[in-house]
């Protein structure tokens, strides 16, 4: 669950039978049909989806990605946690989750709410209070009637309690358990059952992804629940990876251990970060990484979608929280599709790629660089002059020694990671037929030395 400090599936009943079941029943489809992230799920009986925030919902380049196809499932990340839903005591507000939930009805998308109970956004009056137990467990069961009541039927599914571990698997210490003990956990499913009897009920935590002590901690609380007639659905495993720390122990197995429980199990809030600057082998390891998890998800027949934690660099919460990390989502700072990151998750649900695939190898290329200096900063035209092999989409690579900085660029997709600029094509200038140019150019700010970059990739292949 992604810090504070970085504010940002029942199906909708207005929606139809069928939009339910092709979300939760096991229905493949010739995967030659499907192409983007969501339309491979569906051909698999699952979804895929997208975390969003309210900020982002005016950035018009990114919601013509949020609402395509390419998702089919809508987490709001903070407009419907107890800060943003009940911020004065009894006086309640939707604004933030209504737009999520409107968006997401207007796109055909289903909509996992998120979160009713958490130690974390919690109001000042909630805080301060010194509750005894009755008292706390009529205010919780009180915010969850007004707030999961007032979604009824607009969600698919609840998280309805966040985070309840420490990682070694014992209990968190906060308001709730301190107040209430265990049993604040049974009072808020039954509530939200209560209050939305057809939405599914998840606990959701993060670092339970593989079997270790926070997760059995995990399955002893989902085991004990489901014997004392709980009402549980699901459980949502958050899925915040780190290439540095190695990927999670046996996770297909300890997914398919919930399953055998009788609950569903969801990829709730991947994204998988690195210590930056990129470079190519830190993002096969990513890109792997993601691959695991969908094959992990796609083994356990109960593992019913994946949702990544926003789709792009530009809204993750990855920097804000973990200093020197990032790059951690399929898209990057620019929307632009990350070809091995998109690809290798594409790839995992049956596709071929989708659009994401790296483009076919230049042979032969030619790249000629120029700077007009003006001492704080420059302008960098670079020339580039395609091979024996026409080509269909092209990325230039290069690398500079200094402190040169990105301002702006232009005939291309521009971004820097550290030293390392990469470039895309336009829609208008990925076409190269044999022996063709085009230039792309930029601005950069720097201090010290502007020694000009050495070397040059097109696609991979290293151009004189």
């Known amino acids: 669950m992604p810090s504070p400090l970085r504010p940002r599936l029942a199906a909708v009943l207005a929606l139809s039978l069928g939009a339910l079941l092709a979300v939760t029943a096991l229905v493949v489809r010739p995967a030659s049909a499907a192409s983007t992230l969501n339309q491979l799920a569906k051909a698999q009986g699952r979804y895929f989806g997208s975390a969003t925030d309210n900020p982002e919902l005016s950035d018009t380049a990114y919601t013509a990605i949020l609402g395509s196809d390419e998702f089919g499932a809508i987490t709001p990340g903070n407009s419907m946690k107890w800060d943003a ?35 974390n956004q919690l109001p000042g009056w909630l805080t301060s209070g010194n509750w005894t137990a009755a008292q706390l467990t009529s205010i919780l069961q009180n915010h969850i009637a007004n707030v999961a009541g007032h979604y009824k039927g607009q969600v698919y599914s609840w998280d309805v309690v966040n985070e309840p571990f420490n990682d070694d ?62 009402p549980i659905d699901g459980v949502g495993f958050q899925g915040h990876l780190a290439i540095q720390y190695g990927f999670p122990t046996n996770m297909a197995q300890n997914l398919q251990r919930f399953a055998d429980l009788g ?89 071929s790629g989708g659009g994401g695939t790296t483009p076919p190898p230049a042979t032969g290329c030619k790249v000629a660089y120029s700077a007009n200096d003006w001492g704080s900063g420059f ?17 230039l690579k290069y690398s500079y020694a200094g402190n040169q900085t990105l301002s702006q660029g232009w005939s291309g997709t521009w971004s820097q990671s550290g030293k390392d600029v990469t470039v895309t094509n336009a829609s208008w200038n990925g076409t190269l037929a044999a022996g063709a140019s085009t230039s792309v150019g930029a601005n950069f700010t720097y201090t010290g030395a502007n020694t000009a970059p050495t070397a040059f990739t097109v696609n991979g292949t290293t151009c004189t």
């Open 85 to 119: 839903t009940e911020p004065s005591q009894g006086q309640f507000s939707y604004a933030g989750g209504d737009a999520v939930v409107n968006f997401a009805k207007a796109h055909n998308q289903i909509v996992r709410g998120h979160t009713l109970l958490w130690h």
């Open 169 to 230: 698997g014992t209990y968190r210490s906060d308001l709730w358990y301190n107040t209430l003990g265990t049993d604040y956990i049974a009072t808020a499913l039954k509530a939200a059952r209560a209050a939305d009897p057809n939405a599914k009920l998840y606990i959701n935590d993060y670092n339970i992804d593989g079997l270790g002590a926070k997760s059995d901690a995990m399955y002893n609380l989902v085991k004990s629940l489901k014997a004392q007639g709980v």
């Open 379 to 395: 302008t960098a035209t670079i020339t580039i002059t395609n091979g024996s092999s026409a080509i269909n989409g092209w990325t």
């Open 263 to 351: 609950v569903d199990v969801a990829i709730t809030e991947l994204d998988v970060r690195m210590v930056l600057p990129t470079d190519a082998t830190k993002v096969a390891t990513q890109a792997q990484y993601y691959t695991n998890v969908v094959k992990a998800c796609l083994a356990v027949s109960r593992c019913v979608g994946i949702t990544i934690w926003d789709y792009t660099d530009k809204y993750s919460w990855i920097p804000g929280v973990f200093s020197g990390q990032g790059s951690a989502l399929p898209w990057d700072e620019n929307l632009a599709k990350k070809p091995d990151v998109y690809g290798a998750i594409n790839t995992a649900l049956g596709g």
